[in-house]
């Protein structure tokens, strides 16, 4: 099992706040959205598609390397082929 050292959310909104806004480089932001939008087709693409349907910053968690990560699948749902995705 990986070591997952952050959450998305937790860089993004720190508890306690600090007295200055975080710098986020733009370099991990892209990063951060290419892992993430990496995972979600990973997911969707999957035959039948897993819809994550808990999808947050608390849920995209970072390694060290600060690759993110989709966690948190406990909502998700197997949608089979001839359903719509816009059912609930």
């Given at each position: 099992?990986?070591?997952?050292?952050?959450?998305?959310?937790?860089?993004?909104?720190?508890?306690?706040?600090?007295?200055?806004?975080?710098?986020?480089?733009?370099?991990l932001k892209c990063?951060?959205?290419?892992?993430?939008?990496?995972?979600?087709?990973?997911?969707?693409?999957?035959?039948?598609?897993?819809?994550?349907?808990?999808?947050?910053?608390?849920?995209?968690?970072?390694?060290?390397?600060?690759?993110?990560?989709?966690?948190?699948?406990?909502?998700?749902?197997?949608?089979?082929?001839?359903?719509?995705?816009?059912?609930?």
């Amino acid at each position: 099992m990986e070591k997952l050292a952050t959450s998305l959310h937790d860089i993004l909104d720190p508890e306690p706040p600090p007295p200055t806004k975080p710098f986020v480089p733009v370099s991990l932001k892209c990063s951060v959205r290419h892992d993430v939008a990496r995972g979600l087709s990973f997911l969707q693409s999957h035959s039948p598609p897993i819809i994550h349907r808990d999808f947050s910053a608390r849920n995209v968690l970072l390694n060290e390397g600060m690759v993110a990560k989709i966690a948190d699948l406990g909502m998700a749902r197997i949608v089979p082929n001839s359903a719509s995705f816009h059912h609930n």
